[in-house]
């Protein structure tokens, strides 16, 4: 498919509080992913490039023990292997992620 709503697509639970749209190709995988207030993914690595931006409210990414607190239009890149996680607070935040290679446990 070339277009798609990501309005109109199911979701997948990645972690309580924390669901994804996702949409994928043969090198990359899109992700549109809803954090409910109060919600923390803990820290993780995986092999894969990360490169995201918020588009409605503020979070808190922990990148290589760097912290901060990113609004929206603002942009994170976190290379493959590096350690990584976030926090939300008072409000609910919605964020785009793009992976490469694709998170195959991502697709459904």
Not at 26 to 29: C, F, P
Not at 48 to 52: K, P, R, S
């Given at each position: 498919m070339y277009f798609n709503n990501p309005e109109d697509?199911?979701?997948?639970e990645?972690?309580?509080?924390?669901?994804?749209?996702t949409f994928w190709g043969?090198?990359?995988?899109a992700a549109v992913?809803?954090?409910e207030p109060h919600t923390e993914l803990p820290r993780h690595s995986h092999p894969?490039?990360?490169?995201?931006i918020v588009i409605t409210g503020q979070i808190e990414f922990e990148v290589a023990g760097q912290v901060r607190v990113l609004h929206?239009?603002?942009v994170y890149v976190i290379p493959g292997?590096?350690?990584h996680g976030a926090r939300t607070f008072d409000h609910p935040v919605k964020v785009m992620d793009v992976f490469s290679p694709v998170r195959e446990?991502?697709?459904y």
């Open positions: 697509r199911e979701t997948k990645l972690l309580p509080g924390i669901v994804a749209r043969q090198e990359m995988l992913v809803d954090l894969h490039e990360q490169v995201g929206p239009g603002e292997g590096v350690e446990e991502y697709k």
